[in-house]
């Protein structure tokens, strides 16, 4: 054995172990919230994967289905310090980075300082984000991109980790103002929550209509997660796995033949690094090492369809954006 092979080994010894810990602490963790939160049991998965994979999420459903809840309860158990924004017509983009005030000593002396907004939280909800001015959604949004704030020409880097998970209202649309397609795009993946089964509802009614009602426990540090994440990056990804998310990335694009023809626009490169990024972060919490062409059917819809849009005609024909990615899934095999 060479001296170049035992090294390489080694590394994969210690990444095994590692992992194997981190799956540990991430099921702990899933198992916590899913004590608080009944019947979203995917909703639950797909949120930790965008965390795990350092990326931001929009929730999509109807009101009281638990996105609040759901917020509160992930701050609690990966113990990060959580923050609340209701967005509204008149939020201003100040409201959510921060704004400089004139202090004035007791010597008479002049002199600005700035107040850090809410965006200056490891876990942001930003509750109905499409009730806000294109212009406070920027805002929040270039922080959600670049991790950091500009304010009278002077840097202010948001803390480490930053999630921003951002809610939409899908019925009610008079007063909103629907992100652009370009904005979308900073999303991680789209996560659409539904009603929940007869057997969870009841167990809702009777877990949280009592006396002692369940509340979230902390499984996990700020700085646990930030190790999940650089782990998740360095977790081995077969060929057959890139191909994979090559193939359905680049089949959703316009000019494609087939269903390619059925697309106004469609996902570009960041979409596969999101793909890429959230089947190595499913893997991990289920204990696996390495992600399989599975997950990448798994996690199709909720990454590409906020980056997808139908044609005219496609539409006039009763096609629909998850039924052309439930098609592209079943070329996978």
Known sequence: ??????????LAALVEKTAETVAASL?????????????????IERVLVTIISGGH?????????????????????????????????????SDIIGTEILDETASGKRAFRFVKGPVFAQLLMA???????????????????EYHVTVAGERHDL????????????????????????????FLMQIDVHYPDRDAERKMLIGTTGIDEVKARNALQAEDLLAAQRLVRRLPVGD??????????????????????KLAWGPGPRASQSLMLATRARALIDGRLAPSVDDVA????????????????????GDTINGVIAKLVERLG
């Open 159 to 186: 803390p480490k980790p930053f999630h921003v998970l951002a809610t939409q209202n899908p019925i009610e649309q008079e007063g909103t103002y629907p992100l652009p397609e370009a904005q979308l795009d900073r």
């Open 298 to 317: 798994a996690l199709a819809e909720p990454i590409l369809k906020h980056r997808m849009a139908l044609t005219f005609a496609a539409r006039a024909d």
């Open 27 to 43: 099921g702990k963790a899933k198992t916590a919230i899913g004590a608080v939160i009944f019947g979203q049991e995917e909703v």
């Open 127 to 145: 509750d109905e984000i499409n009730r806000a001015s294109p212009r406070t959604q920027s805002a929040l949004l270039q922080a959600m991109q």
């Open 1 to 10: 054995m060479s001296a170049v092979e035992k090294p390489a080994e080694d």
């Open 57 to 93: 999420g929009l929730l999509v459903g109807v009101p009281g289905l638990a996105k609040t809840k759901l917020v509160e309860t992930l701050g609690t158990v990966l113990g990060l310090d959580a923050r609340r924004v209701q967005f509204t017509p008149d939020l201003m983009p």
């Open 240 to 261: 057959k796995v890139v191909e994979a998310i090559l193939d359905i990335v680049r089949s959703a694009r316009p000019g494609e033949k087939g269903i390619g023809e």
